[in-house]
Nanobody
Framework: QVQLVESGGGLVQAGGSLRLSCVTS????????MGWFRQAPGKERESVAA????????YYLDSVKGRFTISRDDPKNTVYLQMNSLKPEDTAVYYC????????????WGQGTQVTVSS
């Protein structure tokens, strides 16, 4: 089992920044690919960013490219999502998730943290 706990959400004005953190425990962190997802009211959950177990490969949703940065700190068992130039459409509950090294799906999820961007 892997436990994930997100933090860092909050209320910010458009153009502002937030950094989300996700601390994991339970298994070897470096054996997992990590991702950040978000779900806005009335919308489906979408993948925002992902980072490979080695940290070499990353993925970003087109609408956040150039504004968001995903990173990981393996000694701290933590994955981060730095969000800059936030827009009202970024408002959502943000979740981190873990996918095993050779797994096809994200098996472990955090409880989510609310991000609200005011215009």
């Amino acid at each position: 089992q892997v436990q994930l706990v997100e933090s860092g959400g909050g209320l910010v004005q458009a153009g502002g920044s937030l950094r989300l953190s996700c601390v994991t425990s339970g298994r070897t962190f470096s054996h997992y690919n990590m991702g950040w997802f978000r779900q806005a009211p009335g919308k489906e959950r979408e993948s925002v960013a992902a980072i490979s177990h080695s940290g070499v490969s990353t993925y970003y949703l087109d609408s956040v490219k150039g504004r968001f940065t995903i990173s990981r700190d393996d000694p701290k068992n933590t994955v981060y999502l730095q969000m800059n130039s936030l827009k009202p459409e970024d408002t959502a509950v943000y979740y981190c998730a873990a996918r095993p090294l050779y797994g096809a799906t994200y098996n472990y999820w955090g409880q989510g943290t609310q991000v609200t961007v005011s215009s």
